[in-house]
Nanobody
Framework: QVQLVESGGGLVQPGGSLRLSCAAS????????MGWYRQAPGKQRELVAT???????NYADSVKGRFTISRDSAKNTLYLQMNSLKPEDTAVYFC?????????WGQGTQVTVSS
C-alpha cells in the first residue's frame, strides 16, 4: 500500500504564491509518473502537471509559465510551486502517483485564491 499526504494549501491573495508538497510512504517502487490534479466545486478533476521517472514535465495550458512541478526522489516528495495565482486556480489539489500498474491518490489540499 502507498500513502500520499499533501500539504501547503491555504488562502492566498491573487498574484500570490504557494508551494504544495506531497509526501509518499509505504511500498514505494520506481515511479512511472507523478502529478498534480485539481477539482473546483461543480467541476471535474483536471490535470495540472505531471513529471515522469525521467523528470520530463507536462503542464496544463492554464498553468504554464506560472506553476512548476518538481520532485525529490531521496525524500519521496513531490512539489508544486504556484506563482501568480488567480481566483480560477481555487480548487482542491490532489497528488497522484503511478507505479507498476497501480495508481494512488492523496486526500487533497484546499487552495483558495481570493482577496
Amino acid at each position: 500500500q502507498v500513502q500520499l499526504v499533501e500539504s501547503g494549501g491555504g488562502l492566498v491573495q491573487p498574484g500570490g504564491s504557494l508551494r504544495l508538497s506531497c509526501a509518499a510512504s509505504g511500498r514505494l517502487f520506481s515511479i512511472n509518473v507523478m502529478g498534480w490534479y485539481r477539482q473546483a466545486p461543480g467541476k471535474q478533476r483536471e490535470l495540472v502537471a505531471t513529471i515522469t521517472d525521467g523528470f520530463i514535465t507536462n503542464y496544463a495550458d492554464s498553468v504554464k509559465g506560472r506553476f512548476t512541478i518538481s520532485r525529490d526522489s531521496a525524500k519521496n516528495t513531490l512539489y508544486l510551486q504556484m506563482n501568480s495565482l488567480k481566483p480560477e486556480d481555487t480548487a482542491v489539489y490532489f497528488c497522484y502517483r503511478f507505479q507498476g500498474a497501480l495508481g494512488y491518490w492523496g486526500q487533497g489540499t484546499q487552495v483558495t485564491v481570493s482577496s
